[in-house]
């Protein structure tokens, strides 16, 4: 198993421009996340899904939008770069929530992201 | 809104020493909480979850839980130096979120 991947690893976008970063998974998870890690931070949720065809905002969603037409895929599309998204993107995914292990999050390697 | 707190480090710690990170949290009603380790430039991994009150121990690890006075603790024994890395700890809040500290950078001196 590949586990999570995420493309590209590294990115430079000029402000206003627009891209999806790309994250998949074969473990055969209902949920997935992505998140942005910013230098000396923790992680911060930008945006979750618990199945294909049901996606819910995090606690950072603005400036993001996100797809999950199969269990594999959960794409992250941002639109009209600002510096602000200037930051590192992890997309992690889980069989389930509660108390159990399945319950893990696995992370992809990231996506490095610099606004200009 | 719910909290997680760590103290940023770095914590350096002699090898084969016992490394103590910690992490208290607001929320009086967690119930899961979860020990992740981070390499500089790569993405968490994790070491450990707890959910009951007490110690939970797992080969050099061990993640302790005090609800009433809600904190978290992780101790490495035998400290390497492959043990230096950040350590994020998260608990869980509502709708599958996990809340993250920004961790604790641990530092083992060979």
């Known amino acids: 198993n590949a586990g999570v991947t995420q493309t590209p690893k590294f990115r430079i976008l000029k402000i206003g421009q627009s891209m999806t970063l790309q994250c998949a998974q074969d473990?055969?998870?209902?949920?997935m996340y992505w998140y942005r890690q910013d230098p000396g931070m923790g992680l911060k949720l930008i945006y979750y899904s618990v199945g294909a065809g049901i996606t819910d905002k995090g606690e950072v969603p603005n400036g993001y939008n996100v797809s999950r037409s199969t269990t594999e895929d959960f794409p992250l599309r941002l639109e009209l770069a600002a510096p602000s998204q200037t930051s590192v993107y992890f997309c992690a995914s889980s069989y389930s929530v509660g108390p159990e292990a399945r319950e893990t999050q696995y992370f992809g390697p990231g996506t490095r992201l610099l606004v200009l | 809104q719910k909290e997680v707190e760590q103290n940023s480090g770095p914590l350096s710690v002699p090898e084969g020493a016992i490394a103590s990170l910690n992490c208290t949290y607001s929320d009086r009603g967690s119930q899961s909480f979860f020990w992740y380790r981070q390499y500089s430039g790569k993405s968490p991994e994790l070491i450990m979850f707890i959910y009951s009150n007490g110690d939970k121990e797992d080969g050099r690890f061990t993640a302790q839980l005090n609800k009433a006075s809600q904190y978290v603790s992780l101790l490495i024994r035998d400290s390497q130096p492959s043990d230096s890395a950040t350590y994020l700890c998260a608990e869980r809040g509502s709708n599958y979120q996990l809340i993250w500290g920004a961790g604790t950078k641990l530092i083992i001196k060979p």
């Open positions: 473990m055969n998870h209902n949920y």
